[in-house]
Each structure stands twice: as C-alpha cells, then as structure tokens.
C-alpha cells in the first residue's frame, strides 16, 4: 500500500461546479497537510496547507482533514476555467528533513 | 512569498552529452533543497535530498554517478545529468524550504526545467 493515495482522474466538470479532490494516507505520523496546484509545463504552487484535522477555507477552496479516517478533501466551489490544473496532495510528518509525500495528482479541467 | 528560480527553463542535447540545470533561492537561504522528476501527467517523484556544504542523498533507485548534485551555497543547488540519453528526457524541478518564525515551513517550487534528450 502507498503511503498517499490520491485518485488521478482525469476530471472534467462545467464552469461553476463544485468539485471535490480527496487523498487517503496510511501513515498515522502526518501532521501537515498540503494542496498544490501545477498548471501545465510549470513548477507546484502552494494552494492550501493544514495542521492536524479540521477545516480551512480559503476563498472558493476548503480543504479538509480527517486524521481518524486519514482522509483529506479538497473543495473548490464556483470552479473556473482557470482552475484547470493537476491538484497535488501532500503530506509531511513535522520531522527537520522537510521532506514531503506526494499523491500522484488529480488532472482537473473547468469547461467554459 | 519567497522565490525558487531554475535555469535553464527548456535544453536540448545531444545523446551523451552532460547537462547542468541551476537551482537558486532568490530571496532566502537554503540549506535544503530537493531535486524532483516528473514524467508527462505523472506526480513528482524525489529524486534526491541537496544538503549545504555536504553530500546530497538520494532515493532508492536514483543513480548517483549519473545525477550529480552540488548544493555550493545556501542559495544555489545544481543538478549535472552526465552522458545523457533519450530515456532521461524529463521536466526537473526542485524546490527548497522556507521557515519564517516558529510557523510552519513553505515549501517553494521551481518553475521546472525540460530535458530533451535526442
């Protein structure tokens, strides 16, 4: 089993859906949780980042975290165009090595 | 928020050529930074840990003569692909960690450097 599993898609949805991306994790030490979103041909940007469980809202994006299911949500209401992007889920245990784990990514196209 | 800056952004070489690609923090110092590969509509995968003033660490799987990494400054890591082959044609990103404060550190991206390997 990976340790981060993270649906890729590909999604496509209409302009103003809400839309919703999800990662499941088995390692029980994550703490820190992350949304990027990398557009095409571009380096990862950081969307959302959460600590321990609970919600975090953020414009027209909430993420989610669910420590007891280890399951974590991305919401995106009123979704755009310019949305379309491939979504990254990620993951650290608070550790000094900063090193992150990734999902394998979730493509997401808007439809004008 | 801080910027991670790579160069080239696209090369093109020759098979068995060796190429250099720079990473640089702009406006903070790195005494990490990460070295990533990522196939077309795939996730990144790490490829090696660049550590200040000491040898990088690499993932299981990642050859170390092939993928040189020199991390000279606390704001610059290179990465040297030696006698490269069709097969190493890939987009390279690396990123490095921000701390401010007591908070939670950021982790900046670099916008990536493709690799043509012909």
């Known amino acids: 089993q990976k340790e981060v599993e993270q649906d890729p898609g590909p999604l496509s949805v209409p302009e103003g859906a809400i839309v919703s991306l999800n990662c499941t994790y088995s390692n029980s030490a994550f703490q820190y949780f992350m949304w990027y979103r990398q557009y095409s041909r571009k380096g990862p940007e950081l969307l959302m980042y959460?600590?321990?469980?609970g919600n975090k809202e953020d414009g027209r994006f909430t993420a989610q975290v669910d420590k007891s299911s280890k399951y974590i949500s991305l919401f995106i209401r009123d979704s755009q165009p310019s949305d379309s992007a491939t979504y990254l889920c990620a993951m650290d245990s608070g550790g000094s090595n900063y090193k992150l784990t990734f999902g394998k990514g979730t493509l997401l196209t808007v439809n004008p | 928020g801080a910027v991670v800056s790579q160069h080239p952004s696209w090369v093109i070489c020759k098979s068995g050529t060796s190429v250099k690609i720079e990473c640089r923090s702009l406006d903070f110092q790195a005494t990490t930074m990460f070295w990533y590969r990522q196939f077309p509509k795939q996730s990144l995968m790490l490829m090696a840990t660049s550590n200040e003033g000491s040898k990088a660490t690499y993932e299981q799987g990642v050859e170390k003569d092939k993928f040189l990494i020199n991390h000279a400054s606390l704001t610059l890591s290179t990465l040297t692909v030696t006698s490269a082959h069709p097969e190493d044609s890939s987009f390279y990103i690396c990123?490095?960690?921000?701390?401010w404060g007591l908070g939670f550190y950021e982790q900046y991206f670099g916008p990536g450097t493709r690799l043509t390997v012909t």
């Open positions: 990123s490095a960690p921000a701390r």
């Open positions: 959460t600590y321990s469980s």
